[in-house]
C-alpha cells in the first residue's frame, strides 16, 4: 500500500539535543511538507520541498533543519535552537505540485524533558 | 496573508444533532478548500474539498459543505450525527494557482455523546 511512513513516533529528548524525525514516502509525490501540531494552534507548516534538492521556510522554520536528497525521503531535524520543540510532528505530501489534498503521515511525537 | 478562521474549538452534541462547523478563510484570489478530519489515535485524512464548480460539495461519511464566495466562508454540516464522527476537524485552504502553502485553521474538537 503506498502511503507516508514518519518514524519514530514517540520520541524523548533531552535539552540541548538534536532530533531528527524520519519521513518517508512512496506515492511518488514532488511535493513534502512539515507541519507542526499544538492543541488549539491547528497545523503550522514549518517546511516544505517542492522537489529534490529544494525547499523553502514555512511559517515557523525557526530552530528546525531540511534536507531533499532523494524524492521519497524529507527528514527534519529539530535542533536545540528550538526553543519549544515538544509537539507533534506531521509529514505530508500531494500529488500535484500547487493544488490537491496532502497525504499525511500518522505522526511523530517528540517530547522534550 | 491567507488565515483561515474556524468558530469553534469545541463542539458537543448529541447522536442524531444536526451539525455546522464554521469556517471563514482570507484570501483575495481563487482557492482551492478542504476539510480534513483525525479521528483519535488516527493520521489527519481528506473528508472533502472543493476547486471549482458546485459550491455545495459531498464527501465521505454523509458529509458536505458549502463554499459561499461572497462570505468567504466554507463551512462543513451533516444532517445527523454518530458517535464514531467523534474526531477533530480541520479546515484548509490553498491558493488555485500555485498555492504551494496550505493553511490550516485551529481545528474543532467534536464529541458525540452516544
Known amino acids: 500500500d503506498g502511503g507516508i511512513t514518519q518514524s519514530p513516533k514517540y520520541l524523548f529528548r533531552k535539552e540541548g539535543q538534536n532530533v531528527t524525525l524520519s519521513c518517508e514516502q512512496n506515492?511518488?509525490?514532488?511535493?513534502m511538507y512539515w507541519y507542526r501540531q499544538d492543541p488549539g494552534q491547528g497545523l503550522r507548516l514549518i517546511y516544505y520541498s517542492q522537489i529534490v534538492n529544494d525547499f523553502q521556510k514555512g511559517d515557523i522554520a525557526e530552530g528546525y533543519s531540511v534536507s531533499r536528497e532523494k524524492k521519497e525521503s524529507f527528514p527534519l531535524t529539530v535542533t536545540s535552537a528550538q526553543k519549544n520543540p515538544t509537539a507533534f510532528y506531521l509529514c505530508?505530501?500531494?500529488?500535484?505540485w500547487g493544488t490537491g489534498e496532502l497525504f499525511f503521515g500518522e505522526g511523530s511525537r517528540l517530547t522534550v524533558l | 496573508a491567507q488565515s483561515v478562521s474556524q468558530h469553534n474549538h469545541h463542539v458537543i452534541l448529541s447522536e442524531a444533532a444536526s451539525l455546522e462547523l464554521g469556517c471563514n478563510y482570507s484570501?483575495?484570489?481563487?482557492?482551492?478548500l478542504f476539510w480534513y478530519v483525525q479521528y483519535p489515535g488516527q493520521h489527519l485524512q481528506l473528508l472533502l474539498k472543493y476547486f471549482s464548480g458546485d459550491p455545495l460539495v459531498k464527501g465521505i461519511k454523509g458529509f458536505e459543505a458549502e463554499f459561499i464566495k461572497s462570505k468567504f466562508s466554507f463551512n462543513l454540516r451533516k444532517p445527523s450525527v454518530q458517535w464514531s464522527d467523534t474526531a477533530e476537524y480541520f479546515c484548509a485552504v490553498n491558493a488555485a494557482t500555485g498555492g504551494f502553502k496550505t493553511i490550516f485553521g485551529a481545528g474543532t474538537r467534536l464529541f458525540v455523546k452516544a
Open positions: 506515492l511518488n509525490h514532488d511535493a
Open positions: 505530508a505530501s500531494r500529488r500535484e
Open positions: 484570501y483575495g484570489g481563487t482557492v482551492n
